[in-house]
C-alpha cells in the first residue's frame, strides 16, 4: 500500500524548519561565544587596585579638594547636634515630673506658662553672666518661671557653696535668692566665707553649719547630678527650655525669642 505524500505546503514548511532551525542555533551560538569572549576580556582588562593605591587616590583627592573634608566634619557635627536634640527631647518627656519639681528653688510665678530650668555652678562666669538676664526676664514677664538646679562641678568649692545654699533656703526660704547672688560674687568659697556671707544676711550660722552635714542634701544634689548625667548635660550652664536642652548661656534677646517661640507653639497651661 503506497503511503500518502504530505500535502506540498506541509512539506515546504518542514523542509525550511529543518534548513532554517541549524542558522538559528549557530546564530546563538555565536552570540553568546561573542558576550562570553566580551565579557572575559572586560574582566582580564580591568585594573586590580591594592589597598595602598586606593589610599593613595584617595589621599590625593582629599589634598586637591580639602573642602571635602570640611563638608564632612560639618555634615558629622550636624548629625551628632540632631541626634543629641532628639535624645535630650525624649529624656526631658520621660524625666518631665522630676525636672519641673514645683519644689525646686526657683524665681517667678508657680503656675508661669513657661518654665526655664538652668543646672548652674556658683563658680561658673558664664552662670554668673546669665544671672542678671534671668531675674530680669521673669521680672518683665507675668508668664515665666526660673527653676535653679545646682550642679557642683568646678571643685569642692562649689560643692561647699552649693551644699550652703540649699541649707539656707531650708532655714530662711527668703533669704535663698540673696545668698544666691552673694556665693556668685564672691571668689572665696570656703566653708568659713560662705557661712559668714550667709550670717552677714541674718542666717544662724551655727544651724546653717549642722544643716550642711544633713545627708538629704547631698542626696539631692546627687540626684541633680543624676538628673543631669541622664539629660546629657555637659557643663555649666545648661538650659532647658520647653522640649530642648540648650548647653550654654544666652543673650535676653535670644532667650525672649525662644520663650515667645514656647508661648505660640505651646498648648499646654505649663510648658
Known amino acids: 500500500m503506497r503511503r500518502k505524500t504530505p500535502p506540498i505546503k506541509t512539506q515546504l514548511i518542514k523542509t525550511s524548519l529543518i534548513k532554517i532551525w541549524p542558522i538559528r542555533l549557530g546564530l546563538a551560538a555565536c552570540l553568546g561565544l561573542f558576550f562570553a569572549t566580551a565579557q572575559a576580556y ?8 591594592t589597598a595602598d593605591q586606593v589610599r593613595q587616590i584617595v589621599r590625593d583627592y582629599l589634598i586637591s579638594n580639602p573642602e571635602v573634608l570640611a563638608e564632612a566634619a560639618q555634615n558629622y557635627k550636624k548629625q551628632q547636634q540632631e541626634k543629641a536634640a532628639a535624645q535630650a527631647r525624649a ?5 518631665r515630673a522630676a525636672i519641673f519639681d514645683p519644689k525646686a528653688a526657683s524665681i517667678g510665678p508657680e503656675t508661669a506658662k513657661v518654665t526655664i530650668v538652668e543646672f548652674f555652678d556658683f563658680r561658673c562666669g558664664y552662670c554668673k553672666k546669665m544671672l542678671p538676664t534671668l531675674h530680669k526676664v521673669v521680672a518683665d514677664s507675668s508668664d515665666v518661671r526660673v527653676i535653679f538646679r545646682d550642679l557642683p562641678i568646678l571643685g569642692p568649692g562649689s560643692r561647699v557653696a552649693a551644699t550652703a545654699s540649699i ?10 535668692l540673696d545668698l544666691h547672688r552673694a556665693l556668685f ?10 557661712v559668714a556671707a550667709a550670717t552677714r544676711l541674718g542666717l544662724d550660722g551655727e544651724q546653717l553649719r549642722k544643716d550642711m552635714a544633713d545627708p538629704a542634701i547631698k542626696a539631692e544634689l546627687d540626684a541633680n547630678a543624676e538628673l543631669a548625667r541622664g539629660l546629657g548635660v555637659t557643663g555649666t550652664p545648661a538650659l532647658i527650655l520647653g522640649d530642648s536642652l540648650i548647653q550654654s548661656s544666652l543673650q535676653e534677646g535670644d532667650l525672649l525669642q525662644r520663650i515667645d517661640a514656647i508661648r505660640k507653639s505651646c498648648s499646654a497651661a505649663a510648658c
Open 167 to 176: 541649707a539656707a533656703r531650708r532655714q530662711r526660704p527668703e533669704r535663698y
Open 42 to 49: 572586560a574582566e582580564d582588562r580591568q585594573p586590580v587596585l
Open 185 to 194: 560674687e564672691t571668689n572665696d568659697l570656703s566653708e568659713a566665707s560662705v
Open 91 to 95: 529624656k526631658i518627656a520621660e524625666q
